[in-house]
């Protein structure tokens, strides 16, 4: 019986043994690549839309009304200052400048006649063969003829610069816009709708906004006791046009609004640009991107974080190279790196790849070799 109980044990003994020699060893702890989080001097983008404008956008007018003899310009033209552009009918104002010179003619006569009478009567009175009376008048009527003659002056001046204007021609070089008047339409000077714009983009003003918050900031980053002591301190900037490229001429900020515009809460801001092969336009959009300089900046590659529920993510790795997921704050972006103001501190260390299979507390091996590698990169 004793036998038979000891046989027992060791067969129990044997089975034990063997389920703990075929159970799976524990798995080892992932590979990961790390990175110490340093501070350095950085750049960030910001970007604002912007609406371009040339530095003289003039809307073409007549000055009186008439039929439309001539168009002279097309569509999108180039013309110079003084070309002519368009012809009204002449005659209307032709015949009216004749009146008036005429009417000048008649007063310069009159003007004569008394002018003979005075000289006629002048001696007599010295002579007292006729009365001062008759000197005295005429001399008034004198004077009157000598007004008239100015009030004719004046007339024919008026009919002389409206006859002018039937010749309408462009104030300033630039590119010419729609023309929704054609050859023998009727104009005036009361029409709602112009001839045309006139467009100067040898040099063109990109407008954007900045928010209260922005304004404040870029008050505060730059030295000066007033605005335009600031915008001389600022960097260029670069105009991004609606097919994402970058616009090769780079433009200097050169105004800012007196106030804030009450239904945004924004404030407008100019930058002006050179175009000297006239590839942009008035109308044009894009957008303005502002280099923004940041000193002792902390930098987190993008690949290195992970985001959800609205929430961007780290995971920190402990001196028992435990993972921790850790939440920042990301104001900026800088290359493929965020520049990060919560959750991470110079010295910390984070994984760099192979973060969304990593559990909270996680242990992982850090790759020290990539360590350095990743730091050189991301100063780089």
């Given at each position: ?25 524990a ?53 110079t ?75 024919a ?30 104009v ?13 983009v ?14 404040i ?48 809460g ?47 993510f ?67």
């Open positions: 019986m004793k036998k038979i109980i000891f046989l027992s044990l060791m067969a129990v003994f044997l089975i034990s043994c063997s389920d703990k020699s075929q159970a799976p060893a798995a080892p702890a992932p590979l990961l690549p790390v990175m110490a989080v340093t501070t350095e001097t950085t750049t960030t983008d910001a970007e604002y839309p912007a609406a371009i404008q040339g530095t003289v956008d003039v809307e073409i007018r007549p000055q009186v009304s008439g039929n439309l003899d001539r168009v002279l310009v097309d569509e999108g033209a180039y013309v200052k003084g070309q002519t552009l368009f012809k009204i009918n002449e005659r209307p104002y032709r015949e009216q400048l004749n009146t008036a010179l005429a009417s000048l003619h008649a007063a310069e006569a009159s003007y004569i006649n008394a002018q003979l009478e005075v000289d006629k009567l002048t001696p007599l009175v010295q002579n007292k063969v006729v009365s001062d009376y008759q000197l005295k008048s005429a001399k008034a009527s004198q004077k009157i003829a000598a007004a008239n003659i100015e009030q004719a002056k004046a007339i001046a008026s009919a002389k610069i409206n006859l002018g204007y039937t010749n309408i021609t462009a104030p300033v070089n630039g590119y010419i816009g729609r023309l929704p008047k054609k050859q023998g339409s009727l005036s000077a009361t029409d709602v709708e112009a001839l045309t714009t006139l467009s100067d040898q040099e063109v003003y990109a407008y954007f906004s900045l928010s209260e918050t922005d304004f900031q870029f008050k505060s980053k730059y030295a000066g006791n007033s605005i335009g002591d600031k915008i001389k301190k600022l960097p260029p900037v670069t105009l991004i046009l609606a097919d994402n490229s970058a616009y090769p001429q780079t433009g200097k900020i050169d105004m800012v609004d007196g106030q804030f515009d009450k239904t945004t924004a404030i407008t801001v100019r930058a002006t640009f050179p175009n000297p092969y006239k590839t942009l336009r008035s109308g044009n959009t894009g957008k303005i991107r502002l280099g923004l300089q940041h000193d002792d900046a902390i930098l987190v590659p993008q690949s290195a974080t992970i985001e959800m529920q609205d929430k961007v780290v995971f920190t790795v402990s001196k028992e190279n435990k993972v921790t997921k850790m939440p920042i704050t990301v104001v900026g972006k800088s290359g493929a790196n965020y520049l990060i103001k919560d959750g991470v501190k110079s010295g910390d260390q984070i994984v760099l790849s192979g973060i969304d299979k990593l559990q909270e507390g996680q242990l992982i091996q850090p790759e020290k070799s990539a360590t350095k590698i990743a730091q050189i990169i991301n100063k780089k």
